[in-house]
């Protein structure tokens, strides 16, 4: 029998072996990162293939979106938690499933304990319709958790690659001022803008630039001083030399 509903069955893989990485370090992920949205009123659109990114509790929700139907469809995700002092941790991150009415249609969470698990979520629907996909990060504590995982879509399903969050550059967010730069100025926030210059919301206003695209890496300079910062899509700027010190937070 055929609905409008992916069906709430769940299968579980365990894939690889025990991930390894520093304290409260997330591990860095191998496959091309796609862009994300922190924000569920504008997610950003689901690309062919493997869609990766982090799972972060200091970060928040990354949400996706894409056509399905009619017909079968899978959605497959894989996730793999962070360590701690060189040991596996156990790290959770919830799946969700709405519809064009932001009604949640599945909801599955997917456990980690270092080892790659993987979730399945398998449907057929009668006509063609847009869901949007939300992956939350673990509760944000005093420690910081969550971990890798990627995303891929199959079966009756459309993308949206023109989609204009694709036609300007990832960079241009607001974000959140974080450990080095809030010492230096009072902004609280900083809103980066398609043309190359920033504005903090103390009135303090700079530049940025793409230096090497391949590496995410951008030099941005605000009143003389001058940062060499590399994207983490739905993360943030980070510290080239220590990707897990965020610079600039992304928000919503």
Excluded: C
Excluded at 31 to 57: E, I, R
Excluded at 139 to 148: F, I, K, T
Excluded at 184 to 189: R, T, V
């Amino acid at each position: 029998m055929k609905n409008n509903k992916l069906q709430k069955g769940i299968t579980y893989t365990r894939l690889t072996a025990t991930t390894v990485s520093l304290l409260l370090t997330l591990t860095t992920y191998t496959s091309t990162a796609a862009a994300q949205s922190l924000d569920q009123n504008k997610p950003a659109p689901l690309h062919p293939g493997l869609n990766s990114s982090v799972a972060d509790s200091f970060i928040g929700s990354h949400f996706y979106y894409f056509v399905a139907g009619p017909g079968d469809v899978k959605v497959t995700v894989n996730f793999s938690s962070m360590g701690l002092l060189g040991n596996p941790t156990k790290a959770k991150i919830g799946v969700y499933l709405y519809d064009e009415k932001g009604n949640v249609l599945v909801h599955k969470d997917v456990t980690s304990n270092g080892a790659s698990e993987q979730l399945i979520l398998p449907g057929n629907l009668e006509r063609k319709i847009k869901l949007t996909l939300r992956i939350q990060p673990p509760p944000q504590g005093l420690l910081r958790s969550g971990g890798n995982y990627d995303v891929q879509v199959t079966g009756a399903v459309q993308y949206d690659t023109n989609a204009p969050s694709e036609k300007q550059d990832p960079i241009v967010k607001t974000y959140q001022l974080m450990v080095g730069v809030t010492d230096l100025f009072e902004g609280g926030a900083a809103r980066f803008s398609s043309n190359g210059t920033l504005k903090l919301a103390d009135g303090n206003t700079g530049t940025w630039e793409l230096f090497d695209p391949e590496a995410k890496i951008y030099v941005v300079k605000i009143k003389g001083y001058i940062y060499n910062l590399k994207l983490r899509p739905g993360i943030g700027l980070v510290d080239t030399s220590d990707v897990n010190s965020i610079i600039f937070k992304e928000v919503r």
